[in-house]
């Protein structure tokens, strides 16, 4: 198991950036691969992004994909979510999670969940 807390959610206005952070316990961080996802009012939550334990491979959301960055430093137990250009759509509660497998990352089967930061794109 993992412990996430998610962090540098936000008020932005469209066109703006945000760096979210996820740091992590335990001492297999580096085994874990990690990932982003997002939750609007009223809808599903949706994936936004993964990373390897390496941080040698990673995956996009179509809808985020060439506005997003996803990155981990093991060294400080912590991955990362850069957003740029965002806009309203963007508005959400951004998580993390965790797993050793990236199917279930990606397919949200994950057990271990931050407890979400807010990201609200507006004027």
């Keep these: 198991q993992v412990q996430l807390v998610e ?7 469209p ?17 874990y ?7 609007a009012p009223g809808k ?11 941080g040698r491979s990673t995956y996009y959301a179509d809808s985020v994909k060439g506005r ?8 400080k137990n912590t ?12 508005t959400a509660v951004y998580y993390c999670n965790a797993d050793l497998s990236i199917d279930k990352v ?5 057990g271990n969940w931050g407890q979400g930061t807010q990201v609200t794109v507006s004027s």
Excluded: H
């Design 79 to 90: 991955v990362y979510l850069q957003m740029n250009s965002l806009k309203p759509e963007d």
């Design 7 to 13: 962090s540098g959610g936000g008020l932005v206005q």
């Design 33 to 39: 691969v990690m990932g982003w996802f997002r939750q």
């Design 44 to 54: 599903e939550r949706e994936f936004v992004a993964a990373i390897s334990w390496s």
């Design 106 to 110: 990606r397919a949200a089967l994950s």
């Design 68 to 75: 997003v960055t996803i990155s981990r430093d093991n060294a």
């Design 15 to 31: 066109g703006g950036s945000l760096r979210l952070s996820c740091a992590a316990s335990g001492r297999t961080f580096s085994s």
